[in-house]
Nanobody
Framework: QVQLVESGGGLVQAGDSLRLSCEAS????????VGWFRQAPGKEREFAAA????????VYADSVKGRFTISRDNAENTVYLQMNSLKFEDTAVYSC??????????????????????WGQGTQVTVSS
């Protein structure tokens, strides 16, 4: 079973950048989709970005497209979320999640949180205006 641990959160000013890491243990992320989700205070958790590990396909929420970049490092078994031009409204707990892909849909990427089976504990990102 895959365990996920996020890191890299912190307090930054609007316009700054942060890079979040999602390190996996207990197995390789090969043939997995890994997503980043975020939950702001008083709001529902929402999708931010996802990547298909083997195919490298990515998908982004409109709210982060052009500012956030999701990537993976095979050697480190880690997925990153590079966040640039941060805004106050990006303040949230960011969590990564993973799920294996089926043999009939190896190139899939998923936006829905219900699609994901494994979750990390989250890391806080606070952007001051």
């Amino acid at each position: 079973q895959v365990q996920l641990v996020e890191s890299g959160g912190g307090l930054v000013q609007a316009g700054d950048s942060l890079r979040l890491s999602c390190e996996a243990s207990g197995g390789t992320l090969s043939r997995y989709v890994v997503g980043w989700f975020r939950q702001a205070p008083g709001k529902e958790r929402e999708f931010a970005a996802a990547i298909n590990w083997n195919y490298g396909r990515t998908v982004y929420a409109d709210s982060v497209k052009g500012r956030f970049t999701i990537s993976r490092d095979n050697a480190e078994n880690t997925v990153y979320l590079q966040m640039n031009s941060l805004k106050f409204e990006d303040t949230a707990v960011y969590s990564c999640a993973a799920r294996p892909v089926g043999v009939s849909n190896l190139g899939a990427v998923y936006r829905g949180q219900n699609e994901y089976a494994y979750w990390g504990q989250g890391t806080q990102v606070t952007v001051s205006s």
